[in-house]
């Protein structure tokens, strides 16, 4: 009973989720509103006037006048909003008013038939209830589509009519009661039915209007989408849509396609294709999409995504192209890949494109490749003395060297950061590799001409691994490539060396080293400093000492400094071992009772960091040491590595009292520059010219410039190497000032460190013995 109550006031009730439904039923209702008054008033005055003579006048014309004025204030209204289109709200709100007048309506003019009745012969009686039948239908119809007002005057009507006629007991009238209930409901049927059309048909406008809508947005969106898109037809693959975009790019491109972009519709895809039948094959068929394809067009490169349109049954609409004009972009890729794999000053490969070529010979059948690892010799010295830019015209000239020796295309060179290059060549034996290495060396080492027409001479170092000889993979080939090109450095530069199993050993004996010397550092065991005594020739007092570093091995005894110093400087710990000569030659200097000065060399590694002024400030105050009887020796190489911010550590360490010595003078470059470009207090003549003044006049004309240089510019002069009586008479004759050398003295340590030194000689004599 609940659901069938339920049932029944859904039927009767005016459904409000469907706004669309709601205007819709407002706007039928609106357009028979008018015919359903006429025929409902007309039908009225012809039945009073036919109850005119029968009936008093009150019921034929009080209650008719009083009806047809209702009638007319509701057309009035209507004749006032015909034409304005309500909101949902306002629908809804009319169409409960016409349930509400339908009710007052039907119920008015059926009490008012009913009072008719008594009135009158059979023939009246018979119009009254043709009149109530007839009225009821075209209400019924004229309200069918608000289907709640039209089951009110339905069930109202017709159920009163049907109880009121079967209640007079006439057969004629039951009969007229029968009829009238299964027309009723037959009309029950119908106007369900018709509702019930009537709103899928109301829903479906509705649906097909939102699609249209979001078509119609969707081709708006479409037209303003910053991607130019085009369909096609699926049989003729004919253009049969272009947005604005596509229009645009047409225009840019028109002078390289045979129509022109006001023609584009219509016209088949064909024309941004010379060879256009695998084009159509992809298009024809759905399954082929979605594709992408890059088309070159003249000049220009295009990007296609080509994709399908399906129907909601799935068949095939055709396909849809966005594209663009790419030409910029792919130039952008190019220069990318370019920028990735390249390197942008010499266009060689650069290292990561070398070791994946590298990996990928490693990975083919046979034996090979071979590696040549390519180091320059004296490109820093070019690059720091003449500026980066002659540095790079230097580099992209070694690079087009490399190109014209290794021009075989199977060979592949690379730039793999700074001076160091690599050719990678696919052979199985190492004679071709030193062949071309030779060949190599011979062409870097030529003069290059740069602007200016000056010239510049370089050289270069080699080493060779062979696959898999010296390693089966890219990492290893290389490693072992370098320790050869190190053993090549090492054998005077220059030249070339094959990677052998006793350079790896070496290499590995200097990492040893380099850790035995931190941990000699950090304990402060088995290093010593020596003193080497310097001379006035005139007077024969010692005027100042050298401090020198010696070190102690634990296994192999007493270490060269020429092989320790430059295990200190590559491993990075010559800052802490400067600092600790520093530190220990001022501490003993300041407790010597002749007050000789104390001569300290610095490495060019301590040199242009700003931590060797605080370093030497440091040793001065700690010890006590005066300033005048420190002397800082610094070698020419060495102000060369930062020539600017050197010659600034220099003279702080002068200002402060400091003496500074240009050590090692004629063996390096632009030795006269370095004197005018700083005041030095002492310069101190290699010992390669000393030992060989005595026999080679050309040394001793060397000796004597300098000697006679000093004395114009006031600077001492000391000879090193003197160890001969000849020695120092030739250096006293060529005027030297002071002198340095074993005839004087060999270094020695100094008092508190001799007998520990002396027991470590012991030990050496006994390591030395086994």
């Known amino acids: 009973m609940k659901q069938v109550i339920q049932r029944v006031q859904g039927f009767m009730s005016i459904p409000v989720d469907n706004p669309e439904l709601l205007k819709a039923q407002y706007r039928a209702f609106s357009r028979q509103m008018p015919l359903m008054y006429l025929i409902l008033l007309s039908s009225t005055w012809a039945v009073a006037l036919t109850h005119l003579p029968v009936a008093p006048l009150w019921l034929t014309g009080g209650i008719p006048g009083v009806l047809t004025l209702v009638c007319a204030v509701r057309v009035l209204h209507w004749w006032k909003s015909r034409r304005t289109s309500p909101t949902a709200e306002g629908a809804l709100r009319a169409l409960r008013q016409v349930n509400y007048l339908a009710f007052g309506i039907a119920l008015s003019f059926t009490a008012w038939s009913f009072l008719l009745f008594p009135y009158g012969d059979a023939y009246t009686r018979s119009h009254l209830a043709f009149y109530m039948a007839i009225t009821v239908i075209s209400c019924i119809f004229s309200l069918m589509h608000l289907r709640s007002a039209a089951l009110i005057v339905a069930m109202l009507v017709n159920g009163a009519f049907i109880a009121f006629f079967a209640a007079t007991g006439q057969p004629t009238f039951i009969a007229t009661a029968v009829n009238i209930a299964f027309v009723s409901i037959g009309m029950l049927v119908i106007i369900n039915i018709n509702y019930r059309d009537f709103a899928r048909m109301i ?147 650069n290292r990561i494109t070398f070791s994946e070529q590298m990996e990928a010979n490693l990975a083919a059948p046979g034996n090979g490749p071979g590696l040549l690892f390519i180091d320059l010799d004296g ?28 021009n075989d295309p199977a060979m592949m060179i690379g730039r793999l950061g700074g001076d160091e290059f690599a050719a990678l060549i696919q052979c199985d034996d190492t004679p071709p590799l030193e062949n071309l290495a030779a060949r190599i060396i011979d062409a870097l080492s030529s003069p290059y001409t740069l602007d200016h027409n000056r010239q510049i001479q370089i050289g270069a170092s080699i080493g060779i691994a062979l696959a898999p000889m010296h390693g089966n993979t890219g990492e290893a080939l290389l490693a072992r490539a370098d320790i050869a090109l190190y053993a090549a450095k090492a054998a005077g530069k220059g030249t070339y060396r094959l990677f052998s199993d006793d350079m790896e050993s070496k290499i590995q004996e200097r990492v040893r080293m380099q850790a035995k010397l931190r941990t000699s550092l950090q304990t402060r065991k088995g290093l010593f400093v020596f003193y080497q005594p310097i001379v006035d020739v005139r007077s024969g007092k010692v005027t100042a000492r050298e401090a020198l570093i010696r070190w102690h091995h634990p296994q192999h005894g007493w270490i060269s400094p020429g092989e320790f110093i430059p295990v200190a400087e590559q491993g990075g710990l010559i800052e802490q071992l400067g600092e600790f000569v520093l530190n220990t030659a001022c501490r003993e200097a300041a407790q010597w009772e002749d007050g000789a000065c104390v001569a300290v060399n610095i490495s060019a590694a301590q040199l242009g960091k700003g931590t060797l002024v605080p370093v030497v400030l440091e040793a001065l105050t700690r010890t006590g040491l005066p300033p005048n009887r420190l002397e800082i020796e610094v070698t020419e190489t060495a102000m060369l590595e930062d020539e600017h911010s050197g010659i600034g550590d220099l003279r702080l360490i002068r200002d402060m009292g400091v003496r500074v010595a240009l050590d090692d003078f004629g063996t390096g470059y632009s030795s006269l520059t370095h004197l005018r470009a700083f005041p030095f207090d002492k310069i101190k003549i290699d010992g390669s010219f000393v030992k060989d003044a005595v026999e080679r006049p050309e040394s001793a004309a060397v000796v004597s410039a300098i000697a006679d240089l000093g004395k114009r510019l006031g600077v001492t002069t000391v000879a090193e190497g003197v160890e001969t009586e000849a020695h120092l008479q030739r250096v006293i004759d060529e005027g030297c000032t002071e002198v340095q050398g074993y005839f004087f003295g060999r270094p020695e340590p100094s008092a508190k460190d001799a007998a520990a030194v002396a027991e470590l000689n012991k030990v050496t004599t006994r390591i030395a013995a086994a």
């Not at 975009?245 to 895809?269: F, Q, V, W």
């Not at 039948?277 to 995504?305: F, M, T, W, Y």
């Not at 055709?318 to 266009?347: C, F, N, S």
């Not at 003395?385 to 580099?395: A, I, K």
Request: neutral net charge; hydrophobic residues 40%.
């Open 203 to 349: 829903n479906a406008q509705t649906e097909a209007r939102r699609r249209e809508e979001a078509q119609t947005r969707l081709l708006r969106m479409i037209d303003d989408m910053p991607v130019a898109v085009m369909t096609v037809e699926p049989d003729t693959l004919n253009i049969n849509y272009a947005n604005e975009t596509s229009k645009r790019l047409i225009c840019l491109i028109e002078h390289l396609l045979p129509i022109k972009a006001d023609a584009l519709l219509g016209t088949s895809i064909d024309v941004f294709h010379k060879h256009p039948a695998h084009q159509r094959r992809l298009l024809a068929n759905p399954a082929n999409l979605p594709h992408n394809a890059r088309i070159n067009l003249g000049s220009e490169v295009l990007d296609l995504k080509v994709s399908a349109i399906m129907a909601d049954d799935g068949s095939y609409l055709g396909p849809m192209l966005t594209w663009a004009i790419v030409t910029k972009e792919v130039e952008a890729e190019r220069r990318i890949r370019q920028l990735a794999h390249y390197d942008t000053l010499t266009g060689l490969a």
């Open 379 to 406: 490109f820093k010295l070019v690059n720091d003395t003449r500026g980066h830019r002659v540095g790079d015209q230097l580099l992209q000239q070694v690079a087009d060297r490399l190109r014209i020796v290794c």
